[in-house]
Every structure is written in structure tokens, then in C-alpha cells.
């Protein structure tokens, strides 16, 4: 098999044999593979603020956010332009490359809401950082105007199977979630999907997942693979924490079906040691969130991260830079 080759036509019987390998076959695989089309010491840094957080009506099972479920997060109104604008400076300062907004709503609605959002894309994207938000479903219309505004990237994550969904999520489908990456999609604008492990899903699941983002007629640019963090209050509150061979596991055949894509270390990291975090390195992860929170839940002070960089010899991607390596 040609593991350079970009394939869009994934079987889910190949994408289980590539999962299941012995794990150090499937790291070195994955290794190979990454070093192919990306410098493997470089590693996007990343930051998420939650413009707007708490108070959403979606029942997404495992969210500290949704309305449904009594959690420590309190509704809060949506920050202003300018205290936006602070935070990505400050991010910018600490080696941040690229500032994540997200907002604790269902859908995008063209309001005053959507014309501040534009406007901290736009001064954001002014100072050189990659934009990325998370905003709920959009119509292509929107995300017309979002890639206007100088939006370079909308995450909107399919969180695990097609089979599984609905015991995670009841107020929106699955194919809602692909209605809206296709949106983003013919707007032009990068896709970052990707998904949770940990959420009581099985093995199946997550090849099914992957299947589902390996299969898509063009991959997202980026893949985050998130290790649930139970947040007391959810329906999720009690689940076990995800072992790190899991990620690894996750991670590597990612990297392997997905090859130019920024295969991103996400949520669950505050629990894993700088050298779990370096087999998921060496596996293919290539970018971070940084700072100490994510949306909502704890993440690693920004010192923390650059002492871990130090150690493994990373060092931080710059902003919009594009893989080299030719398609085989």
C-alpha cells in the first residue's frame, strides 16, 4: 500500500486493520506518514476563547454549556469586541498562531450577534493570526460571509459515529452536522472536524468515525481528537477517563487516512503527562490548544506547554502555512 497517496475512498475493513495494528507498527506507520507532509518537530499552537458561553439549548450529553443539565457554567452575555480583541492579542504575545471563537448556540443567526462576531474575525485576522470559530450550524450564505470577514477556518466536529450519535445528541442530526461542513466547505473556508473518544462508544464507532471524515470529497484541513473530560452535572459525568493508548490509536490512524491534515491534540491533555503527550507527537498529532482553558474546561498553563516543547525540541507553526509534499 501507498500511504503517501491521498485517498478519499476508505474502506471501513482498512481503516480497522490500520487501528488494530500492533501499536508500535501503527506509531512508526503513522510516523512515516507524517514526516512525509509536514516537519514533524513543528506543532501548531492553537488558542480557544468562549465568546459566548453557557446557556445553550442544544442537549449535546457530555456539554457543561447546554441548558439542560445543572453544571458549574454560568449563562454569560457575549464578550465585546474589544475584550476579544485583548485576548488574541494576548495570545498572540505567548505564540499562539491561530484564535478559536466559539459560541454556546445551535446555529449562526444574522443578527447583532453575527455582525460583532465579523468584526472581531476581521481585526483578528488583521493581526496575522489564523481565525477559526465554532458557531453552530451556518447556511452557505453565512459562511459566505464569515469567509469575507477573513474567516480562515470553522471547526464544527461530528463527535462520533453516525450509529452512535443519537445517544450523544437529540436536538440535531448527524446530517446536520455534514449540511454545514459542506457549507463551509463551498465557501472556501478550511473544515476542522473531528470528534470525542470516550463517550461510552465502541471501537466500531470510532472506525466509523473516521470513515466518515477519511471518506468526505475533500478531508478537513484539520482533525481534532478530543478525550472526553466529564464535567459533573452530565449525563457523561461518570465516565472513565480514556486511556492514552486510545489517542495514540486515534491519532495515528487519523494521520494515516488524513495525511496533510493538522491532526489536533485536543481536549483531555491536563491529564496527560509531557510524555503521553509525546507518543501522541510522535503518532502524528501536529497542533495544540493553549492556555489554561478550553471553551470551559482546564487545560495546561502556557508555561507548562513551552517547557514541553522545550524537552521534545517542538516548536511552534507558522500562521497559514501551507504542507509542501506532493501528492504520489
Known sequence: MNDFKIRNDWSREEIAAIYNMPIMDLIYRAATVHRHYQ??????????????????????????QSARYKTNVTPEKMMTVEDVLDKAKAAKD??????????????????????????????????????????????????????????????????????????????????????????????????????????????????????????????PESVPVNALVAVEGTPMENQERVPVWDMVRMIATARILIPKAMVRLSAGRLEMPIAEQALCFLAGASSIFAGDKLLTTPNPEVDQDQMMFDLLGLQPRQAFKENAAVEL
Open 39 to 64: 516537519n514533524a518537530n513543528e506543532v501548531q499552537v492553537c488558542t480557544l476563547l468562549s465568546v459566548k458561553t453557557g446557556g445553550c439549548k442544544e442537549d449535546c450529553s457530555y456539554c457543561s
Open 94 to 219: 505567548s505564540g499562539s498562531t491561530r484564535f478559536c471563537m466559539g459560541t454556546a448556540w445551535r446555529e449562526v443567526r444574522e443578527n447583532e450577534h453575527f455582525e460583532r462576531i465579523t468584526e472581531m474575525i476581521s481585526n483578528i485576522n488583521d493581526m496575522g493570526m489564523e481565525v477559526c470559530c465554532t458557531l453552530g450550524m451556518l447556511s452557505e450564505d453565512q459562511a459566505v460571509q464569515l469567509k469575507k470577514a477573513g474567516l480562515h477556518a470553522y471547526n464544527h466536529n461530528i463527535d462520533t459515529s453516525r450509529e452512535y450519535y443519537d445517544k450523544v445528541i437529540t436536538t440535531r442530526t448527524f446530517d446536520d452536522r455534514l449540511e454545514t461542513i459542506k457549507n463551509v466547505q463551498k465557501a472556501d473556508i478550511h473544515v476542522c472536524s473531528g470528534g470525542i473518544i470516550g463517550l461510552g462508544e465502541t471501537t466500531e464507532d470510532r472506525i466509523s468515525m473516521l470513515h466518515t471524515l477519511s471518506t468526505l470529497e475533500k478531508h
